[in-house]
């Protein structure tokens, strides 16, 4: 099994549609992140959580919401989804501290018409 | 908002040829992470630098890590059809615990 799972794999979804983006970790570290990638603008932060009493925003957040659920799952909602989140969703899991790297996901590929 | 440029952002070479990316900002970094993404999946980490001036080798790859700790390279020999892909460097500011991103160096090797 891969160390960060993401579910679904794709989605199709009509604007104003409310979708829940799954992700779930074995690597037993307490930070997740939620990530957002289109073409020309990398990788930006949505949220993120540092164990499963924190809860935080990141660079672009309005439009979605989070739940961590336990600390290997975190989860992304699109309330009422738009055109222009259409995009392409990381979940990433990390140790503490600067010399660890992320784990990501395979990635959600949302598309929202 | 602090603003991580990499360049170039396309790079198209002959199978065989020596290539260098890089990655730079205007404030300095704790560390600073190297990922290669390829279609379809999540980026793969490649290596970590945190001291400056630190040079690391992952087979024909050279990373090295700015003196000032604001800038890095990736430096590839004998680039190989393999080596194909996204490179993503990341860095951790000083004072903020996250990964900011750029926005990436797309590499083809052509056979």
């Known amino acids: 099994d891969a160390d960060v799972t993401q579910t679904p794999r794709n989605r199709i979804t009509k604007t104003g549609k409310r979708i829940m983006l799954e992700c779930s970790q074995t690597?037993?570290?307490?930070?997740m992140y939620w990530y957002r990638q289109d073409p020309g603008l990398g990788l930006r932060l949505i949220y993120y959580?540092?164990?499963?009493?924190?809860?935080n925003k990141g660079e672009i957040s309005d439009g979605y919401s989070v739940s961590r659920q336990a600390q290997a799952k975190f989860s992304l909602s699109l309330e009422s989804a738009i055109p222009n989140q259409t995009a392409l969703y990381f979940c990433?899991?990390?140790?503490?501290?600067?010399?660890?790297?992320?784990?990501f996901g395979s990635g959600t590929r949302l598309t929202v018409v | 908002t602090q603003l991580l440029e990499q360049s170039p952002q396309f790079l198209s070479i002959q199978e065989g040829e020596n290539l260098t990316v890089y990655c730079n900002s205007s404030?300095?970094?704790?560390?600073l992470q190297w990922y290669r993404q390829e279609p379809g999946e999540g980026p793969v980490l490649l290596v970590t630098?945190?001291?400056?001036?630190e040079v690391k080798k992952l087979k024909r790859l050279t990373f090295q890590f700015g003196d000032a700790r604001k800038d890095s390279s990736l430096h590839i020999t004998a680039a190989q059809p393999g080596d194909t892909g996204l490179y993503l460097c990341?860095?951790?500011?000083?004072?903020?615990?996250?990964?900011?991103f750029g926005t990436g160096t797309r590499l083809t090797i052509i056979p």
């Open positions: 690597k037993g570290h307490d930070r």
């Open positions: 959580s540092f164990d499963v009493k924190d809860i």
């Open positions: 404030s300095v970094f704790s560390s």
């Open positions: 990341a860095g951790i500011y000083f004072g903020n615990e996250k990964l900011t």
């Open positions: 990433a899991t990390s140790a503490p501290g600067r010399k660890y790297g992320y784990t």
């Open positions: 630098v945190v001291t400056g001036g």
